[in-house]
DNA sequence: CCGTTAAAGCAATGAAATTTGCATTTAAGG
DNA sequence: CCTTAAATGCAAATTTCATTGCTTTAACGG
């Protein structure tokens, strides 16, 4: 399940690709949409490590890009908002997996604070560097003015060095 | 057509509500995603007028302050990322308006940069301003704190003011 | 190896969405 | 008013997605 198009792919499509029949997948998952919202959260568990650089922008503007480059290749956020309320054992625990990833990033902003660095909290990651990221991708396309991510993290930073001032 | 849920409503629905025959709905839209956009853009052309307050902030603030109560009630920004490339004439007509009334926030801006006030750009005000209040919507569901569009403005202008310095 | 259980496969069925063909209605123009 | 074209409605047919019932397969433990 690769790219993002306008519509998840259908469960016989999926079938097929991995050599199994529909039917398996119905009665594991439930819908397309349950089973798209786990396969996009694994691929982002795997492919989006937690940069480590030794400094906060590095970081920062590392996982932004991984972020743009994820963002251009999986409805991630598009089935995660869509399930993001699931009680769906195998899903939740996903959901709560991916979470906890999320929580690296709290400490790497954390350590920056105790560093005495000027950081912006993860609320602010997501609304100054996630979401314009999210809305590039859905109305423009895949990023591809060099530096994009890089610019919103800069502004991230800006803005949290105004807030210890 | 209101509200926001995960699934657009079926044409069974639109159509049992609208008190036509579904068959019409398909033959004049096509499908429901393109009708979705269309009565989208319709309502978000009638409830979104553009603010004029006398000043860049209260005009700012009021627009965010719309686009969050739309956001809430519409699914205008998932139909139309799905249909921005649509060359459905009628569609691209309704799209084509959407942009010109976007516009018109330029022009709020350019006015005043005239005044010499700092200025965000309108990519800084997608960016800045509608992108956190669309992903919010998505994941946090309905803007409940009080304020929230106008802190985004309130980081906005900030950011505008930097750049002048 | 055997028995049990869970998972997967197959085919048929069901449900919902969509399309097709034809008839009727509506609206516009002379 | 009449004609024509377009729009709409109705019913049937088709397509696609999803479910159900039964069989087969695979894994595990004794």
Redesign the interface.
């Given at each position: 399940m690769a790219e993002i198009p306008?519509r998840l792919p259908s469960m016989a499509e999926i079938a097929a690709r991995a050599n199994v029949n529909p039917t398996s997948l119905y009665r594991r998952w439930g819908n397309v949409s349950v089973l798209a919202t786990e396969v996009a959260i694994e691929h982002a568990m795997r492919d989006f490590p937690m940069p480590d650089t030794g400094s906060l922008k590095g970081d920062l503007t590392g996982w932004a890009d991984a972020a743009a480059q994820l963002l251009d290749r999986s409805p991630l956020?598009r089935v995660?908002?869509?399930n993001?309320h699931s009680n769906e054992p195998g899903l939740r625990e996903r959901i709560d997996a991916l979470a906890r990833r999320g929580q690296e990033l709290e400490l790497v902003l954390a350590r920056a604070k105790a560093r005495g660095e000027p950081t912006p909290s993860l609320a602010d990651v997501?609304?100054?560097v996630?979401?314009?990221l999210?809305?590039?991708v859905?109305?423009f396309g895949p990023v591809r003015e060099a530096g994009y991510a890089a610019r919103?993290v800069d502004?991230l930073l800006?803005?949290a060095s105004?807030k210890t001032k």
């Open positions: 306008d956020l995660l908002a869509a993001i997501l609304e100054v996630l979401a314009p999210y809305f590039h859905l109305f919103l502004r800006t803005l105004l």
